[in-house]
């Protein structure tokens, strides 16, 4: 068994002034955006560098939105009307990750009308960057000591300090949704992206990959207290959210090779690095 150890939310403070580390870690997010967008953009057919920082804002007015939108509709919706103030306490947590990815996906819509670009050719683009910011928000949540496991008896099990975790052993699952939807994830499409696929394979990889994570991350995580299981028992509001995902995310590839296979001898003029 591992002590949580003692982090102080606020990574800097200057007069009233309150940096949190939750907060830190949507910016790191957002910086890798940028940066690897950049790198991207340079050996990538249709974008340019510039373009970069246009894209981020995007994606940052997206995920801010629609993640905090998505967890007031999708899991505390009563707790908000009875204090509406609490809505924009975003550094105390609260950011529902399907909720956010509704957000990014409308926000890369507008980014793609306005830029002259499809829709796909610009989640093809931007789906390999995106695991850096879900392993740093993970990370953010594992500091607030929020969204910790369930009991269990393992070596590495972890005592959270919230009085509602009970002073018992749990699985550290934040740093398992950390590893698992922000490490390995990204290596998954940043290799995979680096050979011309089809349109849409990347960002179906991206939903497939993500939803089938969570999903099983979900199986050592505690369902939030004021939902707790919504289905047969054991299943919780992310893997309902989430299961989705992975049938949408395999259609997505199969029609993405499906169409690449259809033209003529073969050929698939769409296949251009995402």
Same mark, same amino acid.
């Given at each position: 068994m591992i002590q949580y150890? #003692?982090?102080?939310?606020? !990574?800097? #403070? @200057?007069?009233?002034l309150k940096i949190h580390w939750y907060g830190l870690m949507y910016l790191i997010?957002? &910086?890798? *955006?940028?940066? +690897?967008?950049?790198?991207? &953009?340079?050996?990538?057919?249709?974008?340019? =560098?510039?373009?970069? %920082?246009? $894209? =981020?804002?995007?994606? !940052? +007015?997206?995920t801010i939105l629609g993640g905090r939108l998505g967890y007031i509709l999708f899991y505390d919706l009563e707790s908000y009307l009875a204090a509406p103030l609490d809505i924009f306490k975003i550094w105390q947590g609260g950011m529902s990750f399907h909720g956010?990815? *509704?957000?990014?996906?409308v926000a890369l819509a507008l980014f793609a009308r306005k830029h002259g670009k499809t829709f796909f050719q610009v989640t093809d683009f931007v789906a390999p960057m995106v695991p850096i910011g879900l392993g740093a928000g993970r990370l953010g949540n594992f500091i607030n000591g929020e969204l910790w496991?369930?009991?269990?008896? @393992?070596?590495w099990a972890?005592?959270?300090?919230?009085?509602? &975790?009970?002073? $018992?052993?749990?699985?550290? %699952? #934040? $740093?398992y949704e950390a590893l698992l939807e922000g490490l390995v994830l990204f290596i998954v499409l940043w290799v995979y992206s680096r050979k011309p696929r089809p349109v849409m394979a990347v960002s179906g990889l991206f939903l497939a990959?993500?939803?089938l994570f969570r999903f099983l991350v979900e199986f050592t995580r505690m369902p939030d207290a004021q939902l707790g299981f919504i289905a047969f028992g054991w299943l919780t509001m992310? #893997? *309902? +959210?989430s299961a989705p995902m992975v049938l949408?995310? &395999?259609a997505m590839i199969w029609w993405a090779y499906r169409r690449a296979g259809d033209r003529p001898h073969g050929k698939n003029p769409s296949r251009a690095r995402p």
């Open positions: 150890p #003692q982090i102080d939310p606020v !990574a800097i #403070q @200057l007069g009233p997010g957002f &910086a890798a *955006l940028w940066w +690897l967008g950049s790198r991207r &953009a340079r050996s990538t057919p249709g974008w340019k =560098v510039e373009e970069m %920082s246009d $894209l =981020v804002f995007y994606g !940052a +007015l997206g956010g990815l *509704l957000g990014v996906l496991g369930r009991v269990t008896e @393992l070596p972890m005592v959270f300090p919230d009085p509602r &975790a009970g002073g $018992l052993p749990r699985h550290p %699952s #934040q $740093l990959g993500y939803g992310g #893997q *309902l +959210l949408l995310g &395999a």
